[in-house]
């Protein structure tokens, strides 16, 4: 089974807060809320979104200044983000996208129209919790039929090593520390040592490699594992 992905949800007024949070987890999805600037940007550094959901207008630092932040900063640069704007001008939707925003939705909207825009992103970013297929050289995970190959030769993987090679197959590149595997494979409600996380990538290595194939995965001294 592959994670959910996570939504963080930027807004200052609760009941808009609510109303967003709640459909966006009728969706399937796992939200993380924020109701302004400086409590947006911790939460991106500690609970690693998958999207934000982001109003222009917050307190103190607006949206339009975290989208700029987050865009700068290498770790959350391909972050999507979707601004929520009661600005409908022509300027303020090129303003919104010129600074980062991945999309630009003028309020009063539907949630439905929103949802779909949060859909079309992260099949981007999410392919594996979309049902999309994943690629990678030689390796292949067709996540309908839960059937993973390399070199069209099946391969049998634990459903743990099932959910880490997804999660890298994913982001290839991308060096993930053994925290963020951790709150990704095994769930931030779970308690599992960091010692684990090596443990089980050593078993994908494993079986990744069993058929006389290149390791594909890439171990960052004191930062963690990627993909290529």
């Known amino acids: 089974m592959v994670a959910d992905p996570v939504v963080l949800v930027v807004e200052d007024d609760p009941s808009q807060r609510e109303v967003l949070a709640y459909n966006i987890e009728a969706e399937g999805y796992r939200v993380v809320t924020a109701s302004n600037g400086e409590e947006a940007l911790l939460s991106v550094k500690d609970e690693s979104p998958d999207l934000v959901v982001l109003d222009w207008m917050l307190p103190n630092v607006s949206g339009i200044e975290v989208c700029r932040r987050l865009k700068r900063d290498a770790t959350s640069a391909k972050l999507p983000v979707i601004m929520l704007s009661a600005r409908s001008e022509e300027d303020d939707r090129v303003r919104g996208l010129e600074t980062g ?5 003028v309020k009063p909207y539907s949630v439905a129209e929103l949802l779909a825009r949060i859909r079309t992103q992260l099949r981007r970013t999410r392919p594996a919790a979309m049902g999309e ?5 030689d390796i292949v995970v067709d996540i309908e039929e839960h059937r993973v190959t390399r070199a069209d030769t099946a391969l049998k993987l634990g459903p743990t090593e099932y959910r880490l090679l997804t999660t890298f197959m994913e982001r290839p590149g991308r060096v993930w520390s053994r925290e963020q595997l951790l709150d990704r494979v095994w769930g931030r409600e779970i308690y599992v040592d960091t010692r684990t996380v090596d443990v089980h990538v050593g078993r994908l290595r494993k079986v990744l490699t069993s058929m006389g194939g290149d390791d594909p995965l890439r171990t960052v001294r004191g930062a963690g594992y990627a993909l290529g």
């Open 101 to 105: 925003a991945d999309d630009y939705i």
């Open 133 to 137: 297929r994943l690629e990678y050289g």
